[in-house]
Structures are given as C-alpha cells and as structure tokens.
C-alpha cells in the first residue's frame, strides 16, 4: 500500500520517529483514530500488514510469526492496530532479540489494552527494544493554518522577530475548532466539517465503548457532555457524577464513582482524553498550589460535536468561544511541546484564585508562562495575570507570552517584555 504523496502532509512527529528507528529494534506509535498514524507510518516504512483484515488476524492469532517479513529490504515493516492480536507485541520483542539491527518494525495502535489483558497477552514492557511515541491530530501548523513565523524555540532563545501575520477572521478561529485536526477533515467544504467529528463520537458510542464488555451508551453521551461542558476546566469526578448521576446515599455515590473510573478509563485507552497536570515547582507558597490536572477531549473538535456547536453557534457565544478557543491552542502547545521534548502544564493558586492558563517546560529546564485569549481587547488582563505570576515565583520564566485568536502581528511589549503571538502564526 502506497501513501498519497501528493496528499500527504509533513508530521512534527516524524523526526522523532526517525531518531527513534536509529535507536529501537521497533518503535509503537500511540494515539486515537483518524489521527494519520498509519499514513505516517506507511511513509516511513517498506513493507505492510493490517491487522483489520479478517483473513491476516485470524493467521497471527494461529501463528503470530507468520506475519512477520523477514526480507531486510523490507524493513521496517509496519503493523497497523497490532492490539487487535495482544501477543503480537511479545512477538515483535523477541523478533527484535533475534538481531542488532535497528528498525525493523512500526506497530500502531489505536486502543491501549485493558489491564487485565495486559496481565495475560503481554508479558514484557519492551524497554530497550520497543520506542513508544504517542500520535495526536495535526496541529494548525501541520494542517497549513499557522504560517509559522513566531517560534517558541526563537522566542526561548530571544531571537523572534516582530513580525506582521495580517488578520484572521473570527469566523475562520470558529470553523478551525468545528473541523479540527483530522487529516480527512482539512479539505472539506466548510459546510461539512462537522461531519467527521460527530460520527467519531457515534463511533466511540454504538462500538468502541463496548468491545470488551457492554456499557450504558447513554450514560456515556451524558458523560462526554459532561467532559465538553467542562473543557479546559479543573473538575473532579464528583462535579462530573453529579452532572450525569442521581444518587441518594452513599453507596449510590460509591456506585457511581465506580463507573464514572470505568468510563473514564476506557475514553482515556481510546486516547480520546488528555490531561494537563499541574506545575507547582518554585512557587512561594507551595502548599497552595492546586494539584488537580485540566481535563481535555483530544481534539477540540470532539467537545464542539458533544455540545452540537456549529461556527455560527460559537460566534453567538463568546464565553464557550473562549474556552474552545483556549483547548484548541493548547492541543497545538502539547504538540509542540512534544516535539521539543518539553512538557505543557498550567498553574493555580488554590487560596488566591491566580491561574495562569499553560506552563511550557523546556528540555533544558527553562520555563515559560502563556495565557490565552481569543481576543485583542484581553490582552492587558493577561499581561497583569502573567506579571502577578512571575512575582510569586522563585525561579523567574525564561518568557511570558500570551497567544491570541485575532492579532495582526508578533509582538514583543517594550516594557514587560511580554511576547503577544497569534495562534495562526505559532510554531515549535
């Protein structure tokens, strides 16, 4: 199977799995559905098979040696969704044993294995033979939409430029968040690019939720509401049970608990789920910093699709704009980050209430401070928020910034020294 090269578009994630292949005798690659690993992967590799066809499963379930291509010419050799055949991973290890050669398989997986399968189909981690790297959709300078002309490595090393970016259009930030990342989904008529998110949720709905035990659909969907109503926010199990649940007593709620865990679980194996974790390091009063992690969908696309928002029902409200707006920028961040091999985070202050939106933490320890704000209008609030960050911090961040929706330019303010980029024109 050949990839369209003509279609095709270059992934941040596709140096790292170079690096990767140099190094492991196999490399998985992690991440939901339509994401574009296996495009990504055909790309890198020289030899296919899929473990969705019906007639290759059943053989690697019979014999899981028989899939393998022995040929060095056609290495490394992709197997797309090995977790359909769990013992296939062990094979692929000791494959790997066999040899001092590096690269010799790509294995993708859209699902991670409940732990009990876990416990009885694989038996060793694959540390030392099998590089993990985690997919995610295509982020706005992947898909074309950033013109890339701030960096967050420039602007770390002090090295961005002013810039003019020209204006976006709020209605173009709408349509980015009702389409998403989804390669499939970057072409399409914009009276259509609703369509790929809604049947990814009505595909986790009526299949996913259910291949190893039955689940309640309908407790699910109110779930998922749950999870998009609350995009972006730090919210505990208990605000989301008492957003789906009715409960009377305490063995109700002990009930529910349970399957919110269990819900939560199988959302989170479907990599359809990300969280933010706290930053609390070199604050003055660490034991106010609030350690709970903000929950988001993968894709901002899906929590528009849960609430059945369209471009037009975002620009009638600017308050949940906002918070899509804010899920949407850090997607790309947490890409972004990967690919520096840095970490997002955000802050709170659990007795002041002083939040800062996202924390970047760089490979060689530096951090940096970003708030978001869909509009220009905001931008002073931010400045103020970012400057009362900074006095409370022992180790003072390599940079503040705040990312806005509509800017016409990167701009680095004279006297806080707080950059001001558009989204549309941020890179790693």
Not at 94 to 121: A, H, Q, V, W, Y
Not at 325 to 345: N, P, S, T, W
Request: hydrophobic share 35%.
């Amino acid at each position: 199977m050949e990839i369209n090269k003509k279609k095709y578009r270059k992934r941040l994630i596709e140096k790292k799995l170079e690096d990767y292949l140099s190094v492991f005798g196999a490399v998985s690659i992690e991440g939901p559905k339509w994401c574009g690993k296996t495009w990504t992967s055909l790309k890198h590799s020289k030899s296919e098979v899929f473990m969705d066809d019906d007639d290759v499963r059943e053989m690697a379930k019979l014999d899981v040696k028989s899939i393998f291509n022995n040929d060095l010419n056609k290495k490394p050799q992709l197997i797309d969704e090995w977790n359909l055949v769990p013992t296939i991973w062990d094979a692929v290890r000791r494959e790997c044993d066999k040899t001092t050669e590096k690269g010799n398989f790509i294995i993708t997986g859209s699902t991670t294995l409940p732990s009990k399968i876990m416990k009885e189909k694989v038996h060793h981690s694959g540390a030392g033979r099998i590089g993990r790297l985690k997919m995610y959709t295509m982020s706005l300078y992947e898909s074309g939409d950033s013109s890339g002309k701030a960096s967050l490595n420039a602007i770390l090393n002090n090295t961005q430029e002013t810039v003019n970016t020209g204006n976006v259009e709020i209605l173009h930030l709408a349509q980015l968040l009702i389409r998403g990342g989804w390669p499939a989904n970057i072409d399409v008529s914009k009276d259509k690019i609703g369509l790929i998110p809604k049947s990814y949720i009505d595909t986790v709905l009526n299949i996913d939720i259910n291949e190893e035990k039955r689940r309640d659909k309908n407790k699910m969907k109110m779930l998922l509401r749950s999870l998009a109503r609350n995009e972006t926010s730090i919210v505990g199990n208990k605000t989301i049970i008492k957003d789906i649940e009715e409960y009377e007593d305490g063995t109700e709620l002990l009930s529910s608990r349970d399957t919110i865990i269990d819900y939560l679980d199988v959302l989170d194996r479907l990599h359809l789920i990300e969280n933010q974790e706290a930053y609390g390091e070199n604050y003055r009063s660490p034991n106010r910093v609030g350690k709970s992690p903000k929950r988001h969908f993968t894709d901002p696309s899906l929590a528009c699709s849960c609430l059945g928002l369209t471009p037009e029902k975002l620009l009638k409200d600017l308050n949940t704009f906002g918070f899509m707006f804010e899920a949407l920028v850090e997607r790309d961040l947490r890409i972004y980050m990967d690919y520096l091999d840095g970490h997002l985070y955000h802050f709170r202050d659990n007795i002041t209430g002083l939040e800062v939106d996202s924390i970047l933490e760089f490979q060689g320890g530096e951090y940096a401070a970003v708030e978001i704000k869909l509009g220009y209008n905001q931008v002073e609030e931010a400045k103020k928020s970012l400057l009362n960050f900074y006095d409370n911090m022992i180790k003072k961040p390599a940079f503040m910034c705040v990312i806005v929706g509509k800017c016409p330019a990167v701009i680095k303010d004279k006297e806080t020294g707080i950059y001001i980029v558009p989204i549309t024109a941020l890179k790693p």
